[in-house]
């Protein structure tokens, strides 16, 4: 399963760098067992943080946060929105199920 996510990462990875026309970019890959989800993300994503994601990012020190303007716009945080927005009910995420 893991050498499957990590091609599909590298997969992602390749087309997403010629979508958007970059030559470097990190990528992330989340896997959720409890629901059998497996999601890719890139950093500079450009969209809107969900709310659950935004609440705990606002739990960050603001001082922290400021270090880099592209706080929050991480591959992580790509792949936490993608997993938000799909299972919008999904309220936290425990540490056995990633």
């Known amino acids: 399963m893991a050498v499957q996510i990590l091609r599909n990462l590298e997969n992602y990875a390749n087309n997403k760098l010629k979508l958007v026309e970059k030559s470097a970019g990190a990528?992330?890959?989340f896997r959720l067992r409890s629901l059998?989800?497996?999601?890719?993300?890139?950093?500079?994503?450009?969209?809107t943080i969900e709310p659950?994601?935004?609440?705990?990012?606002?739990?960050?020190?603001?001082?922290?946060?400021?270090?880099?303007?592209w706080f929050?716009?991480?591959?992580?945080i790509d792949c936490f929105n993608k997993t938000f927005k799909k299972f919008p009910r999904l309220k936290?995420?425990?540490?056995g199920e990633v």
């Open 52 to 69: 659950q994601v935004y609440k705990q990012i606002k739990k960050i020190p603001r001082k922290i946060r400021q270090i880099n303007p």
């Open 36 to 47: 059998d989800y497996c999601c890719y993300g890139m950093s500079g994503f450009d969209g």
């Open 27 to 29: 990528v992330a890959a």
């Open 72 to 76: 929050g716009y991480c591959a992580e």
């Open 92 to 95: 936290t995420l425990k540490g």
